[in-house]
Each structure stands twice: as structure tokens, then as C-alpha cells.
């Protein structure tokens, strides 16, 4: 069964460094999404984008955050000057279209020192 | 009121049993509905949609009440391996595909 793959599967940064994580979503997928979990919270939205552009992003996603899908696999999530409260578990996820279940990725593990 | 609400729990049942979890969504406008289990530490995994007419896979059961905004999960018979945590996701039908998530129900079962 096609997957959504992640990787690292942890990175650990110090405060202030800029991170990227990576994805490559399902192949035949035309929307991609972010999302975060802090340990013990909720899953919680950041952005999902589609026709290369985002089409929508959460108050989360500020002007730290940026994505890119720099070839036709790849979609990454960049990360600039990282900070303590940015320590959680990202996942990436994929539909075939946007109304349709999405298919999660195993995420990142990022922790900030 | 919170976009996607759901009871925390957690509920503690014998194998066997059947449990019930409701959820109740902010957005009359919202069209697409879904429940997801999460182990811990692990990613969401799809376990269902939810469809206006209801639908059934196996032994669970989902349902949807637009003119109350709540959708349910019925688990039958449950199993040791359906212990995890429920999450219903919901989106609200901003335009841009955004995707909301309940905090989810713990569910543990007991042998």
C-alpha cells in the first residue's frame, strides 16, 4: 500500500537554527498538509497546499514558517530560528483530493535545546 | 464554542462491550467528516468517513446529525487492540482545505 514518508524521524536543533523537515507524499496525491502535535496536545493544522501554493494556513504558520515543493516528490516544511515551543511532532499528510481522507506520514520528532 | 468538541474520557471497557463516542463541530457549513485512531506516539491512522446516510465497516459504525452538529462512532464487540485514542476531524469548508482536529477520546479496553 503506497505511504507518506517522513524524514528524519527525530531531529534535535538548538534554539535560534533554522530546520527543514521532508516528506514525499503518495504519488498520485495533489494536496499536501502540515500539521503539529505537541506532546499531550492535539493534532493541530499549519497549512495545506495545492497547485504549488498554499491554499490555506492556520495562525500558526507565521512568517518562521514556509513550505516548498522543490521537485515533483518532495514537500518540505522550513523552519527559521527555531524556538523552545516549536519542540513537538510534525506529520505530513496527502490527498487525492481535498475533501478526501488524508494519509499520514510516521513525522518528525523535532526537539529544540 | 470550540470548533470540534469531544468528551476527553478516558472510557474503560471489558472486552466485548460496545461504546459510543459523540462529537459535536461548530460549522453548520462544514461537509466532510471523518474519525481517526491514534496510538500513542504514532501518527493519525483514517479508521472511517462519515457520511450524511451513516456507514458501516465491520464493527464500527459511524453517523452524522447536521441539524444538531454532532457526528458518533459505535465500536461493537471491542477488541484489546481497539484501545487508542479517537480523533474526529472535520472540515469546515474554508475554501482552502483546512482540516480540524478534536482533542480526541481515550478508549482502553480490558481483557
Known amino acids: 500500500e503506497p505511504e507518506v514518508t517522513q524524514t528524519p524521524s527525530h531531529q534535535v536543533t538548538q534554539m535560534g537554527q533554522e530546520v527543514i523537515l521532508r516528506c514525499v507524499p503518495i504519488?498520485?496525491?495533489?494536496?499536501f498538509y502540515w500539521y503539529r502535535q505537541i506532546l499531550g496536545q492535539k493534532v493541530e493544522f499549519l497549512v495545506s497546499?495545492?497547485?504549488?501554493?498554499?491554499?490555506?494556513k492556520s495562525e500558526i504558520f507565521d512568517d518562521q514558517f514556509s513550505v516548498e515543493r522543490p521537485d515533483g516528490s518532495n514537500f518540505t516544511l522550513k523552519i527559521r530560528s527555531t524556538k523552545l515551543e516549536d519542540s513537538a511532532m510534525y506529520f505530513c499528510?496527502?490527498?487525492?483530493?481535498?475533501?478526501?481522507?488524508?494519509?499520514f506520514g510516521d513525522g518528525t520528532r523535532l526537539s529544540i535545546l | 464554542r470550540k470548533e470540534v468538541e469531544q468528551d476527553p474520557g478516558p472510557f474503560n471497557v471489558p472486552e466485548g462491550a460496545t461504546v459510543a463516542f459523540n462529537c459535536t463541530y461548530s460549522?453548520?457549513?462544514?461537509?466532510?467528516f471523518f474519525w481517526y485512531r491514534q496510538d500513542c506516539r504514532k501518527e493519525p491512522k483514517l479508521l472511517m468517513s462519515v457520511y450524511s446516510s451513516g456507514n458501516e465497516d465491520g464493527r464500527f459504525t459511524a453517523q452524522l446529525n447536521r441539524a444538531s452538529q454532532y457526528i458518533s462512532l459505535l465500536i461493537r464487540d471491542s477488541k484489546l487492540s481497539d484501545s487508542a485514542t479517537y480523533l474526529c476531524v472535520v472540515n469546515p469548508r474554508t475554501g482552502g482545505f483546512k482540516t480540524i482536529f478534536g482533542a480526541g477520546t481515550r478508549l482502553f479496553v480490558k481483557a
Open positions: 460549522n453548520s457549513a462544514s461537509q466532510s
Open positions: 499528510a496527502s490527498s487525492e483530493e481535498g475533501e478526501l481522507p488524508q494519509h
Open positions: 504519488s498520485n496525491h495533489l494536496y
Open positions: 497546499f495545492y497547485n504549488n501554493e498554499i491554499s490555506e
